[in-house]
């Protein structure tokens, strides 16, 4: 079974501009989350969502949103880009909620 | 201003040692805790979960420890290998109310051969 997959792999972009991070998880899994990984801040839960609607929401600006299909693909979107967000945009994908989480291998954002 | 960087703990060890990797949580109401293993450029990958109601779980070359009374979690690897060698975070399941998977900070493991 393949495993979670996230597209691009690297992105660079410049303040100001908007990005959109796109993450397919495993066959059968309903459930996504996204996590913001920084040297400085470490690993933080941006969203979760299932069945198309967000169900949890971490303590992020309003500038990250985020979506999920009916085939439980997802995406995500940080609108006017600071270079605080550059950082690893890691995607997980469960079975359903409050199950246990496969990692994507990440997006790796650059803000210059 | 200028961001610093987390300080990881550190564990060296050598092949063939047995490792054991700490972890404090603070939410007594969490239910399930899982490790993940982070090697260089990749994902957090599932190495083992453990639900509250237990207080240890046995993989393949690794245990998980849990003490609900003090809040601490251990994962135990027998027989290190270089492969080894990444980043091992603990992870906390709160009840829905509460919140997603709470990272820690994370310990690397370092297996000299």
């Known amino acids: 079974k393949a495993g979670v997959t996230q597209t691009p792999r690297y992105l660079i972009k410049t303040r100001g501009q908007q990005v959109t991070l796109s993450c397919s998880p495993i066959?059968?899994?309903?459930?996504v989350s996204w996590y913001q990984q920084t040297p400085g801040q470490g690993l933080q839960f941006l969203f979760e969502y299932f069945s198309e609607t967000q169900r949890n929401k971490g303590n992020f600006p309003g500038r990250f949103s985020g979506r999920q299909f009916s085939n439980s693909r997802s995406e995500m979107n940080v609108s006017t880009l600071e270079l605080g967000d550059s950082a690893l945009y890691l995607c997980a994908s469960s079975f359903s909620l409050q199950e246990t989480q496969y990692f994507g291998p990440g997006t790796r954002l650059l803000v210059l | 201003g200028e961001s610093v960087g987390l300080h990881l703990p550190t564990l060296s060890v050598q092949e063939g040692d047995n490792s054991i990797i700490n972890c404090a949580y603070s939410?007594?109401?969490?239910?399930?805790f899982i490790w993940y293993k982070q090697e260089s450029g990749k994902g957090p990958q599932f190495i083992i979960d453990i639900r509250s109601n237990m207080d240890k779980r046995q993989g393949q070359r690794v245990t998980v420890l849990l003490n609900k009374t003090v809040k601490h979690l251990s994962l135990q690897i027998a027989a290190t290998q270089p492969g080894d060698s990444a980043v091992y975070f603990c992870a906390e399941n709160r009840p829905r109310s509460q919140g997603n998977l709470i990272f820690g900070k994370g310990t690397k493991l370092s297996v000299k051969p």
């Open positions: 939410n007594s109401a969490s239910d399930y």
């Open positions: 066959s059968g899994h309903r459930s």
